[in-house]
């Protein structure tokens, strides 16, 4: 985890596969809490922003309704990306080109001051 004022990296998790019962999927929540777990002695959190894991989305709502959830752009961008390529099949432009798309929409959030988009 890492600070968005300070950009120091507060914590770093180390989890092997066979703590996740040797599903890789499972090794993001195990860091995840392992990591919100130790801040929280330390600090007070207010906001997360994640990439769309719905495990971990799943968990901050269910456990941590205290914290902010929120998607970082890029991850966001491309999820919109799909979904504009998803509804378009017989659309002449590319992924990539849809993808440029949405970091545009990145851009003028991170322009306008709103770097993450709340989940």
């Not at 180390?14 to 890789?24: N, P, T, Y």
């Not at 990591?35 to 269910?62: C, G, M, W």
Request: hydrophobic share 45%; with cysteine.
């Amino acid at each position: 985890m890492a600070c968005a004022d300070s950009h120091a990296i507060l914590d770093v998790e180390i989890v092997d596969v066979r703590e996740a019962d040797l599903r890789s999927p499972n090794m993001e929540i195990i860091g995840m809490k392992r990591a919100l777990d130790f801040l929280k002695e330390k600090l007070r959190i207010s906001e997360v922003v994640t990439d769309h894991h719905p495990q971990i989305t799943a968990y901050l709502r269910r456990s941590e309704p205290q914290i902010t959830h929120q998607l970082d752009v890029w991850h966001a961008s491309k999820n919109l990306a799909k979904k504009i390529t998803a509804v378009g099949i017989n659309c002449t432009y590319s992924f990539y080109s849809i993808i440029q798309l949405a970091l545009q929409l990145g851009w003028l959030l991170h322009f306008f001051g709103l770097n993450c988009i709340s989940y």
